[in-house]
């Protein structure tokens, strides 16, 4: 086995946990947002505007990572997005001051949208030098560490600590991981320089296509885990270790799609894959949402984690491989647009449940899942998408 190819498989192991770091540093926080409404008093339109401020830092970033990564590589930008997100995250809980609270989630999202991005560029370098696809495992990855964030978060509020003593304990843990996991990535001496990139990329054409339909996804994807566990604690009146439960399914079934999902790609393909998934994604959720219990909630969002599982990881991949378009730009363009869903699309369902229900609000979800079922199988590369 040449050097090479012992690189990419030890980078292979180092971007799984940093991708693991990523989900649960997310996760940490999202089973402790009813505690954090109800400290505060807020309502569904205000804490969307929490919610907002986070995004505003993520997204600001994002459009600007195709740029970083080309001049300084992934690496470099995985390991300061990592520490923004997971020493700022205490804090939120930490703090008593609105203003202060909004300041450090606009800079703990700028280090999520760094983060994530460069991650992905990374993974799409050792998919690319192994020749085989594992972006969806990847995927996986961060949804076993969103499940490990919302199964650690539903253990302590069940043995009584609180989400500051939760979050401080899970922070110290992630840095010690991302330290570790830094050593092996791609050095920015491998990677592949490409054209230059825009300072602000601006998705077009195909770019333009998948990040559309990834921001349906991730509108999806985001809501779910921002307003699962503050629709069962405050519509269906779960307890707070219930509602906590709630999150905490849907990243498992999330987590178990994607670790499955390149296996299943290989086996049906990427068209039947996403039309399949869509569709059981609208059917569970729509099920669930109208039988109105707290079993029903976790089995509708059961449905919803199976079906958004590989959709986002296709579309990455995809937008990696257009032809003229270097992977990082392909790559920023769809996680910008895809992104802002995942970020805006909370805070909109939080102004939408104010005029309509939280329940209500939740029903646009199944719209996207069956506009994702009848559009996405179109964008991908029949040649791709197909048996091998």
């Known amino acids: 086995?040449?050097?090479?190819?012992?690189?990419?498989?030890?980078?292979?192991?180092?971007?799984s946990f940093i991708f693991f770091t990523n989900g649960m540093g997310f996760a940490s926080i999202a089973p402790h947002l009813p505690w954090f409404q109800n400290k505060f008093q807020l309502t569904e339109s205000e804490m969307g505007l929490m919610l907002l401020c986070h995004?505003?830092?993520?997204v600001t970033m994002m459009l600007v990572a195709g740029r970083v990564i080309?001049?300084?590589g992934s690496r470099l930008p995985v390991i300061v997005g990592g520490c923004l997100l997971i020493l700022l995250l205490p804090l939120v809980f930490w703090l008593d001051q609105i203003p202060i609270i909004i300041l450090v989630l606009i800079i703990a999202g700028a280090g999520i949208g760094t983060m994530d991005v460069a991650m992905n560029a990374q993974a799409v370098i050792v998919e690319n030098g192994l020749g085989k696809p594992i972006m969806s495992s990847f995927h996986g990855l961060w949804s076993l560490g969103a499940m490990t964030g919302g199964a650690t978060a539903t253990f302590a509020l069940t043995m009584g600590f609180t989400p500051l003593q939760h979050v401080a304990f899970s922070s110290f843990i992630l840095t010690m991981i991302l330290g570790a996991s830094s050593l092996s990535m791609i050095p920015y001496s491998q990677e592949e320089k490409g054209e230059k990139t825009p300072l602000l990329v601006r998705p077009s054409g195909k770019v333009l296509s998948l990040g559309l339909l990834c921001l349906l996804g991730m509108v999806s994807e985001g809501t779910a885990v921002d307003w699962s566990a503050i629709y069962s604690s405050s519509v269906l009146n779960a307890s707070p270790s219930q509602a906590a439960l709630t999150f905490t399914i849907f990243t498992m079934t999330m987590m178990i799609g994607r670790l499955t999902g390149d296996w299943v790609i290989l086996k049906l393909g990427k068209v039947q894959l996403?039309?399949?998934?869509?569709?059981?994604?609208a059917v569970g959720l729509?099920?669930?949402?109208?039988?109105?219990?707290?079993?029903?909630?976790?089995?509708g969002f059961a449905c919803l984690g199976f079906g958004l599982a590989n959709i986002v990881p296709i579309m990455f991949g995809e937008a990696s491989r257009i032809p003229g378009v270097s992977a990082g730009t392909g790559i920023a363009g769809v996680a910008t647009l895809g992104y802002c869903g995942f970020l805006l699309g909370p805070p909109m369902i939080g102004f939408l449940a104010e005029l309509i229900g939280l329940q209500g609000a939740l029903g646009?979800?199944?719209?996207?899942c069956v506009i994702l079922g009848i559009f996405g199988p179109g964008m991908l590369d029949q040649n791709k998408a197909t048996k091998n």
Do not use: P
Request: proline share 0%; charged share 10%; hydrophobic share 60%.
């Open 55 to 58: 995004a505003i830092g993520a």
């Open 274 to 281: 996403v039309r399949f998934t869509a569709a059981l994604g």
């Open 286 to 299: 729509g099920l669930g949402l109208m039988w109105g219990t707290t079993f029903s909630a976790w089995l």
């Open 364 to 368: 646009l979800i199944v719209v996207f």
């Open 70 to 72: 080309q001049s300084f």
């Open 1 to 15: 086995m040449n050097n090479s190819a012992v690189s990419f498989r030890k980078a292979r192991l180092a971007i």
